[in-house]
């Protein structure tokens, strides 16, 4: 049987990015590449070389790769992860909606937060439920407190998770828990606990595309996507810093 061609990349839509090998962010932002990398540059705190698909890296500090898919309206970026006052920022500097995928490899938590000209408008997020171990700990850190005789003037834990009020917030029977936040759309709890359906369906609703990692260009004796070419991309920029 023949193998299934994938559609060309101008095509190509959804969440398709495979297991990460570690921590990991992407950001990807509704404007062209000219006018987001100078402000990832900015950001960042870095320089730029633009245009630099099949050359060597600058001799510096890589940060980020910067690069826009031909006829796609979003420019990607790959970023710590934890950064969502920085992009946040960002949004808000170029009047502009980003996407901001996380994946935290100690937590083993994933999601995505989309920022629409600095103001956060939607969140998913999903991993182990450790609310029954950070319950205990917060009790244990109160109880520990009271025994020194202090008085804790706010309850240990009483605040954690609480940065959103959560429009979904629903634990599965594998314990992995899962949380939904948005101020453009609803949701049900059978759609997030599909995650992979759930965040491919939303990149196809926003034309984003976030691929796997074959796609995505990075410093292989040359700056290259191992599965695309030159003429795929728009352009590829680099963002690095001093050595």
Known sequence: ????????????????????GGTIGFVLV???????????????GGNLSTDVYGNDRDDGRWLTTVH?????????????????EAIANLS?????????????DTSAWTGYSVYKTGELTE???????????????AQMADDAIKEMGI?????????????????????????IQYLFFSTRRKANKKAVKDYQAFMDAFFKAEDAWLPDWEY????????TADALEKKDFVRVDVVYGEA
């Not at 049987?1 to 990460?20: D, I, S, V, W």
């Open 92 to 104: 808000r500097d170029l009047g502009a909606e980003c996407i901001y995928f996380q994946y935290e």
């Open 30 to 44: 509704r404007a062209d590449i000219e006018t987001v990398s100078p402000a990832v540059s900015a950001m960042l």
């Open 123 to 137: 969140s998913y997020f999903f991993g182990p439920d450790y609310s029954e171990e950070m319950a205990e700990m």
């Open 216 to 223: 995505l260009p990075y410093e292989n004796g040359g700056i």
């Open 68 to 84: 826009q898919y031909k006829d796609h309206p979003w420019t990607l970026f790959s970023m710590d992860v934890s950064m969502e």
């Open 1 to 20: 049987m023949a193998k299934k061609k994938k559609p060309a990349t101008e095509k190509q839509r959804g969440f398709n990015l495979g297991e990460p």
């Open 151 to 175: 008085e804790p003037e706010e309850k240990a834990g009483e605040n954690l998770g609480k940065e959103i009020r959560w429009d979904i917030d629903v634990t599965d029977d594998n314990e």
